[in-house]
């Protein structure tokens, strides 16, 4: 159980372009999940907090107009990195809350030419 | 006040050691203690957790030790195998309407055949 799966699992776009990254909690129901990223051989930086239902609460230093978060339903939520940049590229995670412990999907691999 | 410490940056260890990884906190307030387990290009898999009203959980080879008067945890992992060869990750959580989580800066170990 608990599985969180992402879409896609890599991506190459060029730079301007906004790109949808799909987090969704298969077998369980998320009232709350979360984004991050992560840089090679770095830890993860928590971006976003996204609550079904609400606006999303950004972390400090995070462009809420550059990441658009929507979590729309309790088993889907949405990253989409608008006017991408090369700067932009990175390895980017969600997770879903279930009972209080954190689910992380496989990652999604952004590459901005 | 909101960071983890975590020690060593890399490890190495001959097959059929002891792999162990530390971590210290600050804030009295947290209250959830996971592990995380990152192969490269994945996500992270929750491995084992703790709360501090516990000073030891052991899951198969794997334990946590945690001692709250000094504000320290470690993963300890007993016969390590080279498919422990990964980057571990510990983290705190702070309970603020939901559970999120601090990270540490990760430890990439490698287990030697």
């Known amino acids: 159980g608990a599985v969180v799966s992402q879409h896609p699992s890599w991506v190459i776009c060029k730079s301007g372009t906004s790109v949808k990254i799909e987090c969704r909690s298969l077998d369980f129901q998320a009232t709350t999940m979360f984004w991050y990223r992560q840089f090679p051989k770095q830890s993860l930086m928590l971006m976003a907090t996204?609550?079904?239902?609400?606006?999303?609460?950004?972390e400090q230093g995070v462009e809420k107009d550059k990441f658009l978060i929507n979590h729309a339903s309790l088993t889907l939520s949405t990253l989409t990195v608008t006017s991408a940049h090369p700067e932009d590229s990175s390895f980017y995670i969600c997770?879903?809350?279930?009972?209080?412990?954190?689910?992380f999907g496989p990652g999604t691999r952004l590459t901005v030419t | 006040q909101q960071q983890v410490k975590q020690s060593p940056q890399s490890l190495i260890v001959q097959k059929g050691g002891i792999s162990i990884i530390n971590c210290a906190y600050e804030?009295?307030?947290?209250?959830?203690f996971p592990w995380y387990q990152q192969f490269p290009g994945k996500g992270p898999a929750l491995l084992i957790a703790i709360r501090p009203d516990v000073s030891e959980k052991k899951e198969g080879r794997f334990t946590i030790s945690f001692n709250k008067s000094a504000k320290q945890f470690s993963l300890h992992i007993m016969d390590s195998q080279p498919g422990d060869s990964a980057t571990y990750f510990c983290?705190?959580?702070?309970?603020?309407?939901?559970?999120?989580?601090?990270f540490g800066t990760g430890t990439r170990l490698k287990v030697l055949a």
């Open positions: 997770s879903a809350d279930s009972s209080y412990e954190q689910y």
């Open positions: 804030n009295t307030a947290f209250d959830y």
């Open positions: 996204s609550n079904e239902g609400s606006k999303a609460t950004y």
């Open positions: 983290a705190a959580s702070v309970f603020g309407g939901t559970y999120k989580y601090i």
